[in-house]
């Protein structure tokens, strides 16, 4: 099988059991930097010295199909630099090679920067999404964020140091200087820091720049408020498609945050 194993971000301590069993009988392990597993291995006090094979961004096609055979008759263990492998890391193309022939995957979890930042960021955590890491050229970095300036969801983003200060102040550009964000740096570490307010503070408090691994948090845009008959009327167009009224009310409550029944009662009467 593929084993997907979730390594610690920074603090060594956040390394699950279940971790150091694996690394523990591993015969064979991919890894994004054989390096950084080295170094693992013998932070975990692990002796055992499984065969290493180097997958990353720039070789995963050519080996992930041999991988995944490979896996048919052994264990397997997927690691990245730090947290779960496939999530902005490699591996995804290595467990849809396996899913396709067949060959069982399943997942050691344990620490996650994009959770651990969403989690200490004060902001609203029932509905998020994680967009990776932010386009390097601001041409691309600005319509990104165009498109998303209107995401009521929380939204989670990966940033490099040296371009912190840009991607601020294009996010307040986009999103506006109010709207509410945080960025954590150093998660689990020695200097770990969470810094929390406006974009518009943001951006001053990174312009004389910033050091470490960041993650950036930022609020999700508050629903527009559609007056209720503008809301009455939008249940009575989609009504007209061949939707039940009743379906139609609540489609529109969700959206639009109005009472279903009182848009429903409404458009009812209107319709005679």
Do not use: C
């Amino acid at each position: 099988m593929i084993i997907l194993a979730a390594t610690p971000i920074g603090n060594l301590g956040d390394a699950t059991r279940r971790l150091v069993e694996a690394l523990e009988a591993a015969t064979v392990i991919a890894a994004e930097d054989t390096r950084t597993t080295q170094r693992l291995l013998a932070g975990l006090g692990v002796a055992n010295r499984p065969q290493l094979i180097a997958l990353h961004d720039h070789n995963e096609k050519q080996r992930a199909a041999e991988l995944a055979r490979r896996a048919a008759t052994e264990d397997v263990l997927v690691l990245s630099d730090a947290g779960m492998p496939t999530v902005s890391d490699p591996g995804y193309g290595l467990v849809a090679e396996a899913v396709a022939h067949g060959v069982e995957v399943i997942a050691l979890p344990g620490p996650s920067a994009v959770l651990t930042a969403l989690a200490v960021s004060g902001l609203p955590t029932d509905r998020f999404a994680f967009e990776g890491f932010v386009p390097r050229k601001q041409g691309e970095r600005r319509a990104m964020f165009a498109r998303l300036a209107a995401e009521e969801r929380t939204l989670v983003f990966f940033e490099a140091p040296t371009r912190l200060a840009d991607t601020l102040a294009d996010l307040a550009d986009a999103f506006g200087a109010d709207r509410p964000a945080s960025v954590s740096r150093e998660l689990t570490k020695l200097y770990e820091q969470t810094v929390r307010g406006p974009l518009s503070e943001l951006v001053a408090w990174a312009a004389d720049g910033v050091r470490g691994e960041l993650v950036i948090v930022v609020g999700g845009a508050e629903r527009a408020r559609v007056a209720f008959p503008d809301a009455v009327t939008q249940v009575l167009e989609i009504v007209r498609t061949g939707t039940r009224l009743k379906d139609a009310a609540g489609e529109v409550a969700e959206a639009t945050g109005h009472s279903s029944r009182e848009l429903y009662q409404a458009a009812l009467a209107v319709r005679g």
